[in-house]
């Protein structure tokens, strides 16, 4: 028993020292960086949605959530221009974000001495996917670079389908498509696929703010995506987005409905909605066994904001 104590003791003290010597700025910087969010942390910082908002961010509408962050500031947070292992598996998961550099022999160095001295092993482009979770997506800027730029192959792929579930978004290359796509239930969106190996980068920062393409990304954000691109949802923001999104889905449903059986007419439904239109849509949430039910507090909340 005390074999056994001690050896998960040891394993602790190891996972907390890849966590702080896998990023480059203090756990304290990160919380700072992301003091909206007033949820759970994993253990380097990152914030924590839930596991019930990452299922329900499943059934998200893209171009809906775009026009909620938008309509609250978020302006930044969507890039397109993707390649595709598959166009019709979204990947929908927590952001675990890494950022690569051209490689310069004395950081690339230091990086690398101080990595391995404390755990990691291979070259760098293999650590984040070492600190990678069920339901993470992996997220790494390489500066767009496509030949040389290529982040993983099969193997690697393998891998972080296995810890995560889910895929990554890189803004550089992959390697090895055909093996890839044979990967059930993993995707990758990429800027371009390419036969070469990963050369002259380095990794400069893990779970630390990094860029997409015109997105900028924080560690723990919602990532989200479709055939039209990839959508970084703030953490502190995602359980609103999610609400409000479900609601504008509820409610173009309902209105739909309405409609063919001639019920109201399509000015009472895409207007400010009476009382009598308010307790019906309650009411039919409930006799069609939607998964979005409110209540009538939170219906009028919803509909005061004008977001939909």
Known sequence: MKKFTLSVLFCLIISSILTVYGQTIPREELIFLTSEWKGERFPDGRPRISDDLIRRARNLSLEDAWQIMNNEGYSNQFEGNWKMVRDDLPIIGRAVTATFMPSRPDIEKNIKERGWKNGFVGNTNSWPISVLQKDDVYVADCF?????????????????YTKTGTGVIFDAAARDLTDISEIKGFNAYVRDFHPSFLVEVVLTGLNTPTRIGE??????????????????IPAHLAEMVIATAEFMSARADFSKAMLKEGRYSSGQVDSQWTDDIKEHFLRWLKETKSETQMTRKQLDEFMSKRTW
Not at 144 to 160: E, F, Q, R, V, W
Not at 215 to 232: R, Y
């Open 144 to 160: 767009g670079k496509i030949k040389g730029g290529t982040m993983i192959g099969d193997m690697l792929a393998t891998s972080i």
């Open 215 to 232: 997105a900028i990304v924080l560690p723990g954000d919602l990532v989200i995506s479709d055939k039209e691109g990839v959508l970084f």
